[in-house]
């Protein structure tokens, strides 16, 4: 198994351009979500899925957008870009009831100039 | 709205013990979980605690709780270099939608 897979790894956005974050994983779980994690804050939910057709808003999902299609994928749209959206962004998924556990991706750094 | 405090920075020699706090305001938390960021990646789950135990104990990890004052712990017993690494803490009722701590960065030295 591939396990939760991230593309790109690095990406560099101009102010108002739009471009989808792609999250993936291979082990057939339900809950998929994406985290934003900033210096000093920790990680931050901001959209959620808990099966394909199902999405949700977490803490901070201002200016994103998320669908959820298949199971098996999770993208992230970043609408317009700002630069208080540059961030390192994880995606995770769940698929056993307790202990909940999550699988996080290997993350992407976004910069927004 | 619920909270997860941790200290930002914790240094150690090697072969010491580490000990990684952490506090948190929602009582209904019902999970509390550690997870280990290595550099350049992804989280990865170190352990759990349910909330109706006290302690738990694994290979050179011990949790402890101390759910009247909120209180959750981390101690890595004889640190090594390869424990270098961000570490959260992180809470639920029941569900996937986590409250993360802040993360402690911690440096071993040798």
């Known amino acids: 198994n591939a396990g939760v897979t991230q593309t790109p790894k690095f990406q560099v956005l101009k102010t108002g351009q739009s471009m989808t974050l792609q999250c993936a994983q291979d082990?057939?779980?339900?809950?998929m979500s994406w985290y934003r994690q900033d210096p000093g804050m920790g990680l931050r939910l901001i959209h959620y899925?808990?099966?394909?057709?199902?999405?949700d808003q977490g803490e901070v999902p201002n200016g994103y957008n998320v669908s959820r299609s298949t199971t098996e994928d999770f993208p992230l749209r970043l609408l317009s870009a700002a630069p208080s959206q540059t961030s390192v962004y994880f995606c995770?998924?769940?698929?056993?009831?307790?202990?909940?556990?999550?699988?996080f991706g290997p993350g992407t750094r976004l910069t927004v100039t | 709205g619920e909270d997860v405090e941790q200290s930002l920075f914790l240094s150690v020699r090697e072969g010491d013990s580490s000990v990684i706090n952490c506090t948190y305001t929602?009582?209904?938390?019902?999970?509390l979980y550690w997870y280990k960021q290595e550099p350049g990646a992804g989280l990865q789950l170190l352990t759990y605690?349910?909330?109706?135990?006290d302690m738990k104990q694994d290979q050179r990890l011990t949790v402890l709780l101390n759910k009247k004052d909120k209180h959750l712990s981390l101690r890595i017993a004889d640190t090594q270099t390869g424990d270098s690494a961000i570490y959260f803490c992180?809470?639920?009722?029941?569900?996937?939608?986590?409250?993360f701590g802040t993360g402690t960065r911690l440096k071993v030295l040798a």
């Open positions: 995770a998924s769940g698929g056993d009831l307790s202990p909940y556990e999550q699988y």
């Open positions: 082990m057939n779980h339900e809950y």
């Open positions: 899925s808990v099966g394909a057709g199902i999405t």
């Open positions: 929602d009582s209904s938390s019902t999970y």
């Open positions: 605690i349910f909330s109706n135990m």
């Open positions: 992180a809470g639920t009722s029941g569900t996937y939608k986590y409250i």
